[in-house]
């Protein structure tokens, strides 16, 4: 009897000490006598002592850091990018059996990756265009890690970090950006009020009395800004007159400011001018 005893406590000391409690979030990859037997869990599971063991595999989702990556763009610019991979255990027995270590494994191919297609864009491309180069990550790492039962959610690059010369430069192409939109838009405006003002004379010139009322807003502007400011109009209908005499007396053929000038003749030279010597020999002929 205390033989049976005795067994009957080693036996069930020895079930205790198999009994497991796996997580709901848990798998245990369970192997006999170093084969693979199956997957267990979530709940208690009975693994006999000593001919069996198991690995605890979490199903729950990684954020895994991938490091800043010395990266050359296919425009030659040297810069860092660095990223964050979300990823989990589809196939917990692959995990285990078909790697070593699937999380620094994913590490590494994720590190290569970013390096490998950032290096395939331009800077400007892995500025603007970051969700197509997610989406790319992504792709690559998940087709590469379904062999061994990793499942990636989703790629994010986090940052990149450029050279302070580079930054200089794209504050001063920005900059000369905004000038030149800043000049279109200002010879943009003066194309509108300059057609505008087109408009509005064509108006003013089928309406003589438009004029007028403009010149007595315009009066009435300036009186209202600059009280000290005095001025007497004067109409131009009072001008006309003197225009249409000034004009009447000129004679006919002659330009208005054109003035007779006499010209100096043979017959009658001008003081100190020097005659041709055929009229000096003429004079001397003359005198003598």
């Keep these: 009897m205390d033989a049976l005893a005795v067994v009957a406590v080693v036996a069930a000391l020895y079930a205790l000490s198999s009994l497991r409690i796996i997580k709901q979030y848990e798998r245990a990859v369970a192997f006999f006598l170093g084969r693979y037997w199956n997957t267990k869990g979530p709940g208690l599971v009975f693994l006999p002592t000593m001919i069996a063991h198991m690995h605890r595999v979490s199903l729950r989702i990684v954020a895994l850091d991938i490091p800043p990556q010395d990266v050359i763009t296919r425009d030659n610019i040297s810069l860092k990018v660095n990223a964050v991979l979300y990823m989990k255990v589809k196939d917990p027995a692959a995990a285990i059996i078909r790697i070593e270590n699937y999380l620094y494994a994913t590490s590494q191919l994720a590190q290569t990756t970013l390096r490998s297609v950032c290096g395939q864009h331009q800077l400007d491309e892995i500025l603007s265009e970051r969700e197509k180069i997610n989406e790319t990550l992504k792709a690559i790492i998940d087709m590469r890690t379904d062999d061994w039962g990793i499942e990636v959610s989703a790629v994010e690059v986090k940052d990149v970090d450029l050279p302070v010369e580079m930054k200089r430069a794209m504050a001063r192409q920005a900059e000369a950006e905004r000038e030149r939109r800043a000049k279109v838009i200002n010879a943009e405006g003066e194309l509108q009020a300059s057609e505008k003002l087109a408009m509005a004379a064509h108006v003013i010139g089928q309406e003589p009395a438009a004029i007028t009322l403009r010149f007595l807003?315009?009066?009435?502007?300036?009186?209202?800004?600059?009280?000290?400011?005095?001025?007497?109009?004067?109409?131009?209908?009072?001008?006309?007159?003197?225009?249409?005499?000034?004009?009447?007396?000129?004679?006919?053929?002659?330009?208005?400011l054109a003035s007779p000038v006499a010209q100096p003749t043979l017959a009658n030279p001008a003081p100190g001018a020097a005659l041709p010597a055929p009229a000096q020999r003429e004079g001397a002929e003359r005198r003598g």
Excluded: C, M, W
């Design 217 to 256: 807003q315009t009066v009435s502007e300036i009186a209202s800004e600059h009280n000290s400011t005095t001025f007497f109009p004067l109409p131009i209908d009072l001008l006309k007159p003197f225009l249409g005499a000034y004009r009447q007396s000129e004679p006919p053929g002659t330009p208005a």
